[in-house]
Structures are given as structure tokens and as C-alpha cells.
């Protein structure tokens, strides 16, 4: 099913803590590392899936979700829409629950083929962003989320 709706999106990242990260990058720089480190540090396992290095924040890398010697929850994509629907593939292939594209990425065919399988789909959205902004980490610093609650965040950032 794709998901785009609030409460989706919020029970996906309560429900799922296992995270294959395809396309995490070892440089600080870059947003795949940003959002990983965030997630590391908010009680997520973040696995890399990635040729390119041995090893990125603590994690061995492994070179394809096929390769991954641990059941995950979510298989984030940090990579091009035309490489998304082998992606697709492979998540069904390691019983994946979550097929989530990042910011900027939206492949209707691999959204199709995942959610058929009966994974949940979410596109064009950043793991980190939607945490931050659903459990209270953007609000203290004055963004505003969109979201109204009046429920207070399960945890406070700082």
C-alpha cells in the first residue's frame, strides 16, 4: 500500500527500527550519512548497503540487500529512480515490510511491484525529515511541522 498520510507514516516509523540504508554514504557530508546518524541515534538500526566501503557509523556494509545476513524492516533508497524497481525487487526477495524512496525519488513501477507484494510504499519523503517532524524534533526549533497535536513527543531531543 503507498503510503502518504500522517498517521501512515507515523506507525511505519514506530513499527519498523531495522533500516538498510542502499546508497548510505561514509562522507559526514553527505545527506544519506546525515539522516543515518539521526536515525542511529533516535533507536534505529541502520544496516548500509553499499559496494563502495567496509564499514559506515559502526555498521559492516554489506553490497546488496541480498547480501544482508539479518531481517530488515525498511529498505531506504538513496538512489536513482531507474534503479529503484531492482530494488523493489530485492526487498520483496528479503521479506521486507517497507519500501521507502527518498526525497526527490518517485518510481510508480517499483511502487506497483512493492506494494502488490504487500509492502508498504512511501515516496518522496526522508526518513529523518519525517521522524523529526512526527515525533517532535523539528517543533523546538521553531519549524512548523503541519502537524496539529496536542499530544506532547515521546521523547525531548536534547
Not at 517499483?110 to 517532535?136: P, Q, T, W
Amino acid at each position: 500500500m503507498i503510503v502518504d498520510d500522517i498517521p501512515g507514516i507515523r506507525r511505519i516509523l514506530q513499527e519498523n527500527k531495522t533500516v538498510a540504508m542502499v546508497g548510505l554514504s561514509a562522507n559526514w557530508y553527505r545527506p544519506s550519512n546525515f539522516a543515518a546518524k539521526y536515525l542511529q541515534i533516535h533507536g534505529f538500526r541502520v544496516i548500509p548497503v553499499t559496494p563502495t566501503y567496509d564499514e559506515i557509523l559502526g555498521e559492516k556494509c554489506y553490497p546488496s540487500l541480498l547480501d544482508l545476513p539479518v531481517p530488515v524492516d525498511v529498505v531506504d533508497c538513496f538512489r536513482k529512480p531507474d534503479e529503484i524497481p531492482a530494488l523493489a525487487e530485492q526487498a520483496i526477495r528479503i521479506k521486507a515490510k517497507v519500501l521507502w524512496m527518498q526525497l526527490g525519488i518517485v518510481n510508480q513501477e517499483a511502487a506497483r511491484m512493492a506494494s502488490d507484494a504487500g509492502l508498504d510504499v512511501v515516496m518522496d519523503r526522508c526518513m529523518k525529515i519525517e521522524y523529526a517532524r512526527l515525533f517532535g524534533g523539528l517543533n523546538f526549533v521553531g519549524v512548523n511541522t503541519r502537524v496539529i497535536s496536542g499530544k506532547r513527543p515521546n521523547y525531548l531531543p536534547y
